[in-house]
């Protein structure tokens, strides 16, 4: 189960893997290759796009409502999880 502000979120099994992945790893930059091979495995067919495609649908679910952005792109290199503004 997943809450933010006290609301549920629903989530795809694929969606709340990536959520752990980032919990698990707090306000450290991770890779797209990370992701894929954390969430996704060696799965064929899955590409660095997938991975933009989940966090974008994971952000939607995250920050419905105009809650605050979690999880943030470092361009060139993926993305992090952190609370708060982009430092």
Avoid: M
């Avoid at 993926?78 to 982009?86: I, M």
């Amino acid at each position: 189960e997943v809450q933010r502000a006290g609301e549920s979120i629903e989530l795809t099994a694929l969606e709340f893997n990536l959520l752990h992945c980032f919990l698990r790893h707090p306000r450290q930059v991770l890779s797209r290759e990370q992701l894929l091979n954390t969430v996704w495995g060696y799965a064929a067919g899955v590409t660095s796009n997938t991975v933009d495609v989940y966090v974008g649908y994971l952000r939607q679910k995250l920050e419905a409502g105009e809650k605050p952005r979690l999880i943030h792109t470092v361009r060139g290199v993926g993305y992090v999880f952190r609370d708060g503004s982009p430092r």
